[in-house]
């Protein structure tokens, strides 16, 4: 079943479509990285799924039900944005609050747990106000947390979180995740680290997804290769293509996407009389991945 699925889901701001016709899956279980440039209208969607925008058109159902179910509207947990809190009252005491407003059975032991979560044990009795920026994020998450959430729906979590503090959330999530099935949405602009992740992909532009994949899909599409420069890349080139299938020039390096590495191709060819330049092998990740398909997109609107 699909933890979050929207049908042709639509937000328009004076007249501009953010989200548009958006058909979204998002698999139980998963960790769904959501990916998309500067106002390319992650946030929107992400909190027209929590419920705190209306669609102008569409529909969303969360595990199965109308996302306006309120059984279903108590399992999410979500931070978009800034994390809502009162700027003189503590960590602890902020959390506190949430934990009594969602009216949890045992709201101290819960604010413990999730201070617990994301190491901010020591810094409970300090004033919002005074917490840097990584600790209010951090803070934000552990508000999330509270009451173990289903469904936890993350916008740009890791934001001004030190390399530390990224891994306490990365861990935290991954746990969260495998112990208790939890269902993560989790958009971010630092692709290296969700990469660490995603178990699924959504690329958005303009509103609207331009690729939904799961990582293992996409790692087969990022495949290894040996990039070669020689001291006569034409000639490399067709001698490469004697012995390898898939030989392919790009950004001044030829590429082989062959199974083997640097010391083969270097040799083979030397055996040949082309003099090696530069060899290394190296792996598509998915920041090269993404502005690929980024550039393509663009190439193919301009000659729309
Ligand atoms: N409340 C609003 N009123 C008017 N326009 C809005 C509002 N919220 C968002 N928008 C517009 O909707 C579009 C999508 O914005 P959104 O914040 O969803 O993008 P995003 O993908 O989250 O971007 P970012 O990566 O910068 O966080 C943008 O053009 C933005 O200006
Ligand atoms: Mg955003």
């Known amino acids: ?177 495998r112990s208790e099935g939890v269902t993560v949405l989790i958009s971010s602009h630092i692709l290296g680290e969700l990469s660490k992740i995603a178990t699924h992909y959504g690329i958005l532009r303009a509103g609207a997804l331009i690729r939904q994949t799961p990582a293992s899909a996409l790692s087969a599409e990022c495949r290894d290769f040996v990039a070669v420069k020689t001291d006569d890349d034409p000639r490399a080139q067709a001698i490469l293509r004697s012995r390898y299938s898939q030989v392919e020039p790009q950004d001044g390096v030829i590429r082989v996407y062959d199974e083997t590495d640097s010391s083969s191709v270097s040799g083979f060819l030397h055996q040949h009389g082309v003099g090696v330049a530069e060899i290394s092998y190296q792996t598509i990740g998915l920041e090269e991945y993404y502005l690929q398909i980024m550039s393509h997109q663009t190439q193919e609107s301009r000659h729309a």
């Open 1 to 177: 079943m699909n933890a979050i699925e929207t049908h042709e889901l639509s937000k328009s701001f004076h007249g501009l479509n953010a989200v548009d016709h958006l058909d979204l899956r998002v698999p139980e279980g998963s960790i769904y990285g959501f990916i998309g440039e500067n106002g390319s209208g992650k946030s929107t969607a992400e909190k027209l799924i929590c419920g705190l925008l209306v669609p102008s058109g569409g529909s969303i159902s969360l595990y199965g039900r109308p996302h306006t179910d309120p059984v279903i509207r108590s399992q999410i947990g979500l931070l978009i944005e800034n994390p809502g809190c009162f700027p003189n009252s503590t960590v602890y005491q902020n959390l506190l609050m949430q934990a009594l407003n969602l009216d949890l059975r045992r709201p101290q032991e819960e604010v413990g747990r999730v201070l617990k979560l994301v190491s901010l044990v020591s810094a409970a009795g300090r004033r919002y106000k005074d917490c840097s920026l990584g600790m209010k994020q951090r803070l934000g998450v552990a508000q999330a947390l509270l009451g173990h959430p289903r469904l936890l729906i993350l916008d740009e979590p890791i934001n001004g979180l030190d390399a530390d503090g990224i891994r306490i959330v990365r861990e935290t999530l991954i746990e969260l995740n």
